[in-house]
């Protein structure tokens, strides 16, 4: 699967948003890559880089993001750029 598009990253934020209210104040959120070959920045940006934004600005309190089950270097290295735009971190969660 290839995550792709702005308007996709759009579509996806709402729910992504609603998970992150979902979770306890001081919890993590662990977002799944298995099966994703490869994201785009447009659609990274628009939906996890928000989130990012959102918790770096409190939005969500205490609450934070993390991924696991990036499979390739290039999925790597498009979260680490999607991080870097929306200056906040994203951790990698053990498997």
Do not use: W
Request: net charge negative.
């Amino acid at each position: 699967m290839i995550l792709t598009g702005r308007e996709a990253g759009d579509d996806a934020y709402p729910a992504l948003k609603t998970a992150m209210e979902k979770v306890a104040e001081h919890g993590m959120l662990v977002l799944s890559f298995e099966g994703v070959k490869m994201i785009t920045t447009s659609f990274g940006d628009s939906c996890i880089g928000q989130i990012l934004v959102d918790i770096r600005e409190g939005r969500f309190g205490n609450r934070k993001l993390a991924v696991r089950d990036v499979g390739n270097a290039a999925l790597a290295a498009a979260l680490a750029t999607i991080a870097e735009i929306a200056a906040a971190p994203l951790p990698l969660a053990p498997a």
